[in-house]
Every structure is written in C-alpha cells, then in structure tokens.
C-alpha cells in the first residue's frame, strides 16, 4: 500500500515550456486535490476533484489545469510555466471511511522556473 | 470564508519544556480542525483533529490539542519536547463533514534546542 505518490519528485523548467505533474492513490478515494507550498504562505488549494471526470477550482488556480480520467490518478499541468510558479507541489487524497475528511498527503515535487 | 491563523511563525523551546503551538480559526459552521506536521523535505502528517464530541484530542508523539469554541482556538500542546519533534505545524480548517477542501495556516517552525 503505497498511500500517494507523485511523480516526478524534481523539476526545472524554462520560463514558457510546459510539463504535467502526476498523482496517484491506492486508497481508492474519491478525492484528490493540489496544493502549491511557498515559504511563509502556508499550503495553497490549486484544484480538487471530487471524483472521476470532476475538477473544481481552488485558491490559486490560474496557470494551472488538471484532470481526473481515473479514479486514481490526479494530474497537474502548467502549459507555459512562469518563474512565479517555482514553488514545491503537493497532492493529497481523502475519502473511504474517514467522514471527517482526513488528507493524506504525498512527498510532494519541487519545481523550479528559470 | 475560512481562515486559520497561526501565531508565531517560529517557536524555539529547549528539550524537555512545553511545547504550545497557537491556532485561531473562523467558520460560520461547526469546524473540522487540524494539525499537520512536515519534517524537512517530506510531505505533510496528521497529529489529531477535531470533528465532534470530546474537545480534548490526543494525537501521535505526544500531542495534544483542545477545541475551545468560546475562543475560535485550537492550540497545540505537548508537556515535554524532544529533539525529534523539530518540524513544521501546520493548523488546517474545513467546514465539514464531509471531504471539503482545507484551509491552512501559515504554518509554525519549531525548533528544539538541546
């Protein structure tokens, strides 16, 4: 059971090329959000989903666009990255049993934007 | 709209003291309340939350933490510090139940010092 993982763990762009961040959970939850961590502003809510073929927006959602064509997987991607973008990148799933929607988290993917 | 508020965004006790770590959240509805901890370069772990019922929760390591409705609080407590408890808290609030997204604080840098 390896909970959530996201891949890949490191990345550096160049301002205006593009790239897709992936998670995935075997917890068979329902839902999955990304979140983007940045020095003094806590976590940041990017997208969730509710559930597969749903996507809903964030805190922070513009330059980013996500998809959920599988239950399991949960993808981030930025068309035309922007160095405002340097930032480490978490996904987080929640569902099943917990009713309190506890989120378990992965090990996350620092990106930076040159 | 939700918002945590973390004071203090570096706690530094020496090893053995309390630990207290502050939390103010709003919510027009009954909160979900939690508090996360991330060790340097990993992703992010739940200590305890707080749904419903009993106001004193325990969580891992030692932690502890009591919703206080009258004050919009939920601080994090701990009696005796150690060494490897030196990460990052974060307080996280939704409006619950359910697997709404969270709201997070800032986040507290605790450091532990020998």
């Known amino acids: 059971n390896a909970g959530v993982t996201q891949t890949p763990k490191f990345r550096v762009l160049k301002t205006g090329q593009s790239m897709t961040l992936l998670c995935a959970q075997d917890m068979n939850h329902e839902y999955m959000y990304w979140y983007r961590q940045d020095p003094g502003m806590g976590l940041r809510l990017i997208h969730y989903?509710?559930?597969?073929?749903?996507?809903a927006k964030g805190e922070v959602p513009d330059g980013y666009n996500v998809s959920r064509l599988k239950k399991q997987n949960f993808l981030l991607g930025l068309e035309s990255a922007a160095p405002s973008q340097t930032s480490v990148y978490f996904c987080?799933?929640?569902?099943?049993?917990?009713?309190?929607?506890?989120?378990?988290f992965g090990p996350g993917t620092r990106l930076t934007v040159l | 709209a939700q918002s945590v508020t973390q004071l203090g965004s570096h706690v530094s006790v020496s090893e053995g003291a309390l630990v207290l770590l502050r939390c103010n959240y709003s919510?027009?509805?009954?909160?979900?309340l939690f508090w996360y901890v991330q060790y340097p370069n990993q992703g992010l772990q739940l200590l305890l939350k707080?749904?419903?019922?009993?106001?004193l929760v325990k969580g891992i390591n030692g932690f502890e933490a009591e919703f206080k409705k009258s004050e919009t609080s939920f601080h994090l407590t701990k009696p005796s510090a150690h060494m490897s408890d030196a990460a990052e808290y974060f307080c996280?609030?939704?409006?619950?139940?359910?697997?709404?997204?969270?709201?997070f604080g800032k986040g507290t840098r605790l450091s532990v010092i020998a």
């Open positions: 987080a799933s929640s569902g099943g049993t917990s009713a309190a929607g506890e989120q378990f």
């Open positions: 707080y749904t419903t019922g009993a106001t």
């Open positions: 989903s509710v559930g597969e073929g749903t996507t």
């Open positions: 996280a609030v939704s409006e619950g139940p359910g697997n709404t997204p969270l709201v």
């Open positions: 919510s027009s509805v009954p909160p979900y």
